[in-house]
């Protein structure tokens, strides 16, 4: 028996609240909105309609897969079929439509409630195509407006990004993929290892820690997660050439994406609580918060480089507003950039000039000095819009504000600007701060849900633990497990790139790095590019560095037998981890890399563990299975060539020991390959249902 699916959220005292019971007005939003005379009269109406209805699922295919359009295709011809007539409780289910402003038509949007999804077989197979490949790295349930920020960076394989607060990490994980994306569609090895990198921020620790997940479905080397305050992020110092050697320099980011804390009013249609909770305090106090990241942005943004601001709410206060105020105060170093002619078909209204301030009890002021002096310290001057000529001098209305009525979406905004010089930017003595901001911004960021309470107690000792050693060797952060790079004379290492005959002219030994104190090979070892590694080496002790690189190599145990077998003929105990299996079919000799075909692959997807007596006797497994040697070899079967839906080359880690052999991929791995390869099918599904009622 499954078990029993919840339409509410439990709350502390064991009540749940029945989400589709709540109700989707609120009169002190709408008082607000209607004073801000966005929209005319008769479309404000539309807006809170819509406002109120549930947000549509929408997912995006992985650009940097060579197979993107074979997945893309895919899921047309195969999965529209399958909800094209499809009814449920007398309800006819709408059909996929693809996103028309998304580039290359890679993106999708399903109207249809999950509590429906349930209750179809069809459904329940266009769940498990979404679940599957989402774990895969192939598509990326993302909601749609927030695709829009990563679209106008432009990001190149050589960029230096900055995703200043990036977590729950679904607009890192596209500027990665950008990152990766190759000219031609093919891949290569510099499209797997580019040049550029990709450093994702977030100043909770949870989520800075969430963001791995997200990130690992890519198997990136290129990102690397830091957790700190964004509008306090430290300069990363870079070792440079100079005339007299190497010297540090500060490092300038091409791209930077500023999708900062906000009040969330754009998001009504997925966090439904909002309609209870929603009050203006929160856009008040943000309001100087959000000028010191866009601030701080633009300090480490290098000149001629893009930064996006963007918020999830439609206010002009968390907007233009804050905008206008650093623009102001650059003093000409920064432009707001015109980009009406990027991405065409996307609706868009443009920035405005003019908007009323009001405090949290929705008294309006007409200027700064109309405020009483206990709201003083409260009520930034910031706040109020500046003069129209000033405003149209800087070309506010270049900003854009994504409605939800109008396509179907959430609400967004976002602002493109350029940075003209390196000159630096202070707004210290042009701003005044704000008494209150703290105290309403740990109340925000309502876009970015947050983890449950670390329950285990093996991990806080661990934690104590390391922090000791930590500070023993003078790390101020405490690294749960710092970055630390291989001597290019370890042995270890030396044993990997001999057994996989692997050419360090190609990938040098000293972008290898494990995640200990001592820097000494255990379980795993990572790869990194240059870039990377150039920026720990410079930073440590001054940044907090969570996670980052590819882990490319693991420590494989034989059995008994093996183990003997193994000891005497050196053979080497570390594999290929799946992860990097695709950087690493670059690298290693072809003599490490066998290829054969759909059937012998089918068998080991079937099985945990294979013997020789597994495959039939014209097996081309079968006939090569003496000559393997002990240990890791990389399986290639190129399913182009192949009987199967998703046409793709496939590169999946073998280890062998004297009488058995098994892939090692992760059963969730395997359910998705074998998906790719066999389609969709109805008939289980059905039976399933059926056994299920």
């Not at 407006?145 to 394989?157: C, G, T, Y």
């Not at 001057?381 to 109008?406: A, N």
């Not at 690189?549 to 080497?572: P, W």
């Not at 999946?652 to 098994?662: A, G, H, T």
Request: with cysteine; charged share 25%.
């Amino acid at each position: 028996m499954g078990r029993r699916q919840y339409s509410g959220k439990k709350k502390k005292n064991d009540e749940f609240i029945d989400w589709t019971q709540v109700p989707r007005r609120n009169e002190r939003l709408e008082k607000y909105y209607k004073l801000q005379a966005l929209v005319s009269d008769d479309e404000f109406e539309s807006l809170m309609q819509k406002l109120a209805e549930p947000l549509p699922t929408t997912f995006r295919i992985s650009s940097c897969n060579q197979h993107a359009t074979q997945v893309r295709d895919h899921f047309i011809k195969h999965y529209y079929p399958l909800i094209e007539n499809v009814e449920v409780e007398g309800t006819k289910i709408s059909p996929p439509v693809l996103l028309p402003w998304y580039p290359n038509q890679m993106a999708f949007m399903l109207d249809i409630p999950k509590t429906i999804i349930r209750k179809s077989p069809p459904l329940k197979l266009l769940q498990q195509f979404l679940v599957l490949e989402t774990e895969a790295g192939d598509i990326s349930r993302q909601e749609a407006v927030s695709m829009i920020p990563p679209l106008f960076l432009h990001v190149k394989s050589h960029h230096k990004v900055l995703d200043m607060c990036a977590a729950p990490g679904s607009k890192t994980a596209q500027l990665l993929e950008e990152l990766h994306t190759p000219a031609d569609g093919k891949e290569t090895f510099e499209s797997l290892l580019p040049s550029g990198i990709v450093v994702a921020n977030d100043a909770d620790n949870k989520r800075a820690h969430m963001l791995i997940h997200q990130i690992k479905r890519l198997n990136s080397p290129n990102v690397l997660i830091v957790n700190h305050d964004a509008s306090f992020l430290p300069h990363f110092h870079v070792e440079v050439d100079g005339p007299n050697g190497k010297e540090k320099s500060f490092l300038k980011f091409d791209r930077i994406l500023a999708d900062v804390p906000c009040s969330g009013d754009g998001t009504f249609r997925k966090n439904i609580s909002l309609w209870s909770d929603w009050t203006l305090k929160t856009a008040l106090g943000l309001h100087s918060t959000q000028i010191k990241i866009l601030k701080r942005g633009i300090d480490l943004l290098a000149n001629s480089g893009r930064l996006v601001y963007s918020t999830c709410s439609m206010n002009p206060i968390e907007n233009e507003a804050v905008v206008a105020a650093v623009l102001k105060a650059s003093k000409g170093s920064v432009r707001l950039i015109d980009v009406s002619d990027e991405i065409p078909e996307l609706k868009r209204s443009p920035g405005v000039k003019s908007w009323t301030v009001c405090d949290s009890d929705l008294n309006t002021y007409s200027s700064f000095e109309s405020v009483p002096k206990d709201l003083n310290g409260k009520m930034a001057k910031s706040l109020w819009p500046l003069p129209e000529e000033e405003l149209t001098q800087m070309g506010i209305e270049r900003c854009m504000r994504v409605y939800p009525h109008h396509q179907n979406t959430g609400g967004f905004f976002v602002a493109v600007i350029e940075k003209c010089d390196n000159s630096e930017v202070s707004l210290k003595k042009d701003i005044p701060e704000q008494e209150n901001s703290d105290e309403a911004g740990k109340k925000a960021e309502v876009e970015q849900p947050l983890l449950k309470k670390q329950k285990s107690s093996k991990f806080e000792k661990r934690l104590v633990s390391a922090e000791h050693r930590a500070l023993k060797a003078g790390n101020k952060y405490h690294e749960l497990d710092p970055f630390v790079y291989i001597k290019e004379n370890d042995e270890l290492l030396d044993n990997i790139y001999e057994s996989f005959k692997m050419n360090d002219n190609h990938l040098k030994k000293d972008l290898f790095f494990v995640r200990n104190l001592e820097g000494t090979i255990s379980r795993a070892v990572y790869v990194s590019n240059s870039l990377f590694k150039n920026i720990i080496e410079s930073n440590r002790n001054r940044v907090k560095f969570v996670h980052g690189g590819l882990k490319i190599f693991v420590k494989q145990d034989f059995g008994s037998l093996s183990k003997e077998v193994a000891k005497d003929t050196n053979v080497c105990v570390f594999r290929v981890q799946s992860d990097g299996s695709r950087l690493a079919s670059h690298c290693i000799s072809r003599d490490c890399v066998l290829t054969t075909n759909l059937s012998d692959l089918m068998i080991f997807l079937d099985h945990v563990a294979v013997s020789m007596d597994n495959f039939p006797e014209d097996s081309i497994f079968r006939k090569h299975f003496e000559k393997l040697p002990l240990g890791n070899t990389l399986l290639y079967v190129d399913l182009k060539k192949e009987h199967s839906f998703i046409k793709k080359d496939v590169y999946i880690p073998l280890w062998k020991s004297v009488r058995m052999c098994n892939v090692m991929i992760s059963n969730a791995e395997k359910r998705t390959l074998k998906l790719q390869i066999e389609g969709p099918r109805i008939e289980d599904q059905t039976a399933s249902t059926e056994k299920s009622t």
